[in-house]
């Protein structure tokens, strides 16, 4: 896992960075991300600088991180939100009750743990009964070009060193093996993945 300190030091360009990696697709994907049904409560954990935390349609949205200075460039975007509640905290142990949201959204985040299953296992555990997971990260690109550049650049420039990436198969049997059902993948632009899941 990236130190939490590499965060502290990105926050203030991590969004223009996050556009430039994701080559022109940064708003369209956000729509797919957030094209689930309204619901009353949603927690976007590993949430960052908040790509979709402004964007999910719940009546309260908790948006949940570990690195305070992305969480403050979060809660500068999303300041006029009412809805949205920022909170520090680990993902590894969610401070929150079992079965306490509808949908859990996470983005841009999973690639940074090895040990990706003890968080998706929280994220089981604080859906309500026949709630939604929505992933969205880096995957192995088809296009053998992109998978032996784009990939490494990420890996090593961005991430340094630390990238842990999966593609739909992969995913399903680390959601499906956490409780997950009806598990769907959707290829997104050649190098990431969205993927949607049920408790």
Not at 28 to 35: F, G, H, L, M, Q
Not at 110 to 129: G, Q
């Amino acid at each position: 896992m990236v130190k939490t300190s590499h965060f502290e030091r990105m926050a203030k360009y991590y969004d223009r960075a996050t556009k430039i990696l994701m080559l022109g697709t940064y708003g369209k994907v956000r729509e797919r991300i957030v094209s689930e049904p309204p619901v009353e409560r949603a927690l976007d954990l590993c949430c960052g600088t908040g790509y979709v935390t402004g964007h999910i349609d719940a009546k309260t949205v908790v948006a949940l991180d570990m690195s305070p200075a992305m969480l403050r460039v979060n809660r500068d975007k999303n300041r006029e939100r009412g809805h949205v509640n920022i909170t520090v905290g680990d993902a590894f142990r969610l401070p929150f009750p079992d079965n306490s949201f509808d949908a859990v959204y996470n983005t841009l985040a999973a690639h940074e743990f090895k040990k990706i299953s003890n968080i998706i296992s929280e994220a089981y555990r604080v859906l309500k009964p026949g709630g939604r997971l929505v992933l969205y990260d880096f995957s192995y690109p088809d296009n053998l070009l992109l998978r032996y550049t784009y990939l490494p650049f990420v890996k090593h420039i961005v991430e340094l060193g630390t990238f842990f990436v999966y593609n739909g198969e992969g995913w399903g049997k680390i959601l499906k093996a956490a409780g997950f059902k009806d598990v769907e993948s959707e290829s997104l632009y050649g190098a990431s993945i969205l993927m949607r899941a049920r408790k």
